[in-house]
């Protein structure tokens, strides 16, 4: 089989509902003009207003806002990584400073930084011992005086809700207090990554999802300006080869100056097209693709649990994880089967893990400052190719789970 890459991710589990709806589309619906002219930068008004339609709809949960969400405020552009990156030139100098809770996704080192040249500091939000995932304001405001010590300036955060790689999600109530305190006290951008906004299959009772973004429209002490959002269809809707996200802000200098830099580089004609005939059928969005995305979600981290319970079984070790509820991944402690926790020890096991043909996450590539976790994608194959890439890594471990 070569190869079980449980490392990125994909979710490939409603790759049948995705290419019935990509096949069902009326294509005499496109204007044939629109290839004959330049696209407009930041997205065709009827793309940003699907994009507000769903977001009010779904991400919002069709709450009526003080301030609506408006197509002119949005920017539709190629993918998230793109939106990092070109926040990282429209925010910042060089070397200014972007705090960010840990772990978080390795590659935001590249989007803020490759040209950026963003120094990240980050704020563990994992403690030894304890699988809680929590946001600390003592730890963000350490960093900030920290980095203001060094003469640097600091320009925003970065907020992933719900979170990647631990699969959980803040609720609002632990979500403002960092929010106040940096727009209130250090007049900080803050940037909201909510690319998993839909992909909550396992919401907590009485406790859901909430997109903070009705923080900024519920207190107006909040500077609006500082308010930057943003999310995509390559998580939610299984298609990151379209490469089209969506931006929103109320600041129409940070909106106008990223849609400068889409003159370089922005979605064409053909894929606005796809993703407007997609994701503007609300109908199919709620009754056929929502339901069952989260459905067969589930269903991928209750198997991978119930695995992880017979290898804890037959190991006779500490085996811990986090219960994900939301995105396509679930973060495991193996620092009990290492000979010392360290992360050189913890690189050593990513090595025989490779050794044996599956590849995995390990934590200090995720900015993890505690060593022996793993991120494990159970959405990027089916189920029996996921349940062989898990028997590959217990062989590793020295085990063997029927």
């Not at 993703?275 to 589930?298: S, Y």
Request: with cysteine.
């Amino acid at each position: 089989m070569g190869y079980v890459r449980l490392s990125c991710a994909d979710n490939v589990l409603t790759r049948d509902i995705v290419l019935q709806k990509f096949r069902s589309i009326d294509w005499s619906n496109f204007y044939d003009d629109q290839l004959l002219f330049y696209t407009r930068p930041g997205g065709l008004l009827e793309t940003r207003q699907i994009f507000a339609d769903l977001i009010t709809e779904f991400t919002l949960g069709g709450h009526n806002l003080k301030n609506p969400i408006n197509p002119d405020h949005l920017a539709v552009v190629s993918g998230t990584t793109m939106i990092l990156d070109l926040l990282g030139q429209v925010l910042f100098d060089e070397d200014d400073v972007l705090i960010a809770h840990s772990p978080f996704y390795h590659r935001f080192w590249n989007d803020f930084s490759d040209r950026g040249l963003v120094d990240i500091r980050d704020v563990p939000t994992f403690r030894p011992g304890s699988t809680d995932v929590v946001l600390d304001l003592q730890l963000y405001k350490d960093v900030y005086h920290k980095a203001v010590g060094e003469g640097r300036k600091v320009k925003a955060i970065l907020l992933v809700n719900p979170s990647n790689p631990d699969g959980g999600y803040f609720g609002l109530d632990e979500i403002k207090p960092i929010v106040d305190w940096a727009v209130k006290e250090h007049n900080l951008f803050v940037v909201l990554d909510e690319i998993y906004d839909l992909s909550v299959y396992d919401p907590l009772e009485g406790n859901p999802f909430e997109s903070a973004i009705r923080l900024f429209d519920n207190d107006p002490s909040l500077d609006r300006d500082k308010l930057i959002w943003m999310s995509g269809v390559s998580k939610n809707f299984s298609l990151p080869g379209l490469r089209t996200a969506v931006m929103y802000t109320p600041n129409l200098k940070v909106l106008n100056a990223t849609k400068r830099f889409l003159m370089y580089q922005g979605p064409n004609a053909t894929t606005e097209f796809i993703i407007r005939e997609i994701i503007g059928d609300k109908t199919w969005v709620r009754d056929a693709f929502l339901p069952e995305a989260w459905q067969r979600l589930k269903k991928a981290r209750d198997n991978t649990i119930a695995f992880l319970q017979k290898l804890k079984k037959v190991s006779g070790k500490d085996l811990r994880w986090i219960k994900p509820r939301a995105g396509f991944f679930i973060m495991i402690d193996f620092s009990e089967f290492l000979p010392a926790k360290t992360f050189a020890e913890e690189k050593n096991l990513q090595t025989k893990f490779v050794e044996n043909n599956v590849l995995i996450v390990r934590g200090h590539s995720l900015s993890m400052n505690i060593p022996g976790w793993f991120r494990i994608v159970f959405s990027c194959r089916h189920w029996e190719e996921i349940e062989e890439g898990l028997r590959r890594m217990s062989t590793a471990l020295g085990y063997h789970v029927d």
